[in-house]
């Protein structure tokens, strides 16, 4: 356990279902993260979110949509995916003290889009 | 465009040898670097990292060397063990205009041999 917990660890969805991941983080940090992690690709940054503000959009599709309600959660709401949203969702948390580089991840929301 | 790539994508070792992984970077302007290990079904987890002003850093049986003139860095396991098989990421990170942003390589995998 790291200390960032995500749920589901499974998630199968219809392309027009519309579900939920959830992120949670209890290592008092301010920044949290989005990550996509494809097969054989390297990890993509969607979103990133610096005391509850969002300050990097990664140019993702508007059917992911995040939310940050605090520091200590994250949620990426998912709504008319395709197939080859299929991947492995990681959230990360990481400390904004100064020097402070480190991002710690969960273990990730594996998303299988029918 | 800047990018973090891998040598070898696969890398088998003889448990007790020592597993040396590779990865090029490109942007010269990069400041810090970092070395992640994903065991199947985990989240990465924080290995070791290095500043661009040293050349070398050491943990726990392992190390990194930073080779700025050839952009290059690598990671060092000795006495490598069977709990060692995963896939290793490096990344890198570019400070300019504030941005924390850290850039992934696509990963190594490791398969330890008993």
């Known amino acids: 356990e790291t200390g960032v917990t995500q749920t589901p660890r499974h998630l199968v969805m219809g392309m027009t279902n519309k579900k939920s991941l959830k992120c949670e983080q209890h290592?008092?940090?301010?920044?949290m993260y989005w990550y996509k992690q494809s097969a054989k690709k390297p990890l993509e940054l969607m979103f990133v979110?610096?005391?509850?503000?969002?300050?990097e959009n990664n140019s993702v599709p508007s059917r992911f949509s995040p939310e940050c309600p605090n520091s200590s959660h994250l949620f990426l709401h998912l709504h008319t995916l395709q197939p080859e949203d299929s991947a492995l969702y990681l959230c990360?948390?990481?400390?904004?003290?100064?020097?402070?580089?480190?991002?710690?991840f969960g273990a990730g929301s594996r998303l299988t889009v029918l | 465009g800047e990018s973090v790539g891998l040598h070898l994508p696969t890398l088998s070792v003889q448990e007790g040898d020592n597993s040396i992984i590779n990865c090029a970077y490109s942007?010269?302007?990069?400041?810090?670097f970092i070395w992640y290990k994903q065991e199947s079904g985990k989240g990465p987890q924080f290995i070791i990292d290095?500043?661009?002003?040293?050349d070398k850093r050491q943990g726990q049986r392992v190390t990194v060397l930073l080779n700025k003139t050839v952009k290059h860095l690598s990671l060092q396991i000795a006495a490598t063990q069977p709990g060692d098989s995963a896939v290793y990421f490096c990344a890198e990170r570019y400070s300019g205009a504030g941005s924390y942003q850290l850039t992934f390589g696509k990963g190594t995998k490791l398969s330890v041999i008993p």
């Open positions: 290592l008092g940090h301010n920044a």
């Open positions: 979110y610096n005391f509850k503000e969002q300050t």
């Open positions: 290095i500043r661009s002003n040293m």
């Open positions: 942007n010269s302007a990069s400041d810090y």
């Open positions: 990360a948390s990481r400390s904004t003290g100064l020097g402070a580089n480190v991002l710690t």
